[in-house]
């Protein structure tokens, strides 16, 4: 008896299911179970990273640094030789400014829509059902929350059932909370509070251009505490640099 309950042991540590055991050691997440940012800071305020097999949530309304912190999303996991694809609704991404914050465009499906947000969510289940990504981005930064409410109540349930137990991080990006199952985690950027949004630089007016902006991550998640983060990460779609303070 004794014999036959430790080969069921064995087994199950073998399959990673010990955690099912009186006996097993604390569980801590594997590293290949997180896809990180490529921002230290906010990994570390993630646990790790967005949850692969989870659907996560990037949130903020324009100039929070949203897109920012999806292409350094995209970046780290293309540098990892990952292959990843972003559903673009209302092709807003912009390639070069990608490339420049380290995408590698050879490992990057880009599905551009003009708007249709339907469509866009069908293009979203074919890729999350084809399966391989390290990453899937689904923009509906710029869609109307009342076109986002249009989709069936059972669209996130049935798209994080999908991704259940793979390798694919699933990320919504959007003005506002839109949706995370169980094990994701939202990443909510708001403006910082009182003073000026953005840090100006040049001698003259014609020589000015925006050198930071300031801006503040919330991140819920159920399997890492508050953290206060403080980072400092190029800009998408220009030169200058966004300041990260966490609260």
Sequence with gaps: MATGRAALEVLLRSKQLDVTLTTARPWVEPEDRVAGTGLPELDQALGGGVRRGQLSEIVGSRSTGRTSVLCHLLAAATARGEVVALVDTCDRFDPASAAAVGVDLGRLLWIREHGDAARALKAVNLVVQAGGFGVVA??????????????????????????????????LLGGERIARSAGGATIALQEAGRGPRGRWAGSTDRARHLAALDINPRVINAHAPPHGTHLRAPRYGGQASHVVRGT
């Design 138 to 171: 689904f923009d509906l930064a710029d869609v109307s929350p009342a076109a986002v409410r249009q989709y069936p109540y059972t669209t996130w349930m049935r798209l994080s059932r999908v991704i259940e137990g793979s390798q694919t991080a699933l990320v």
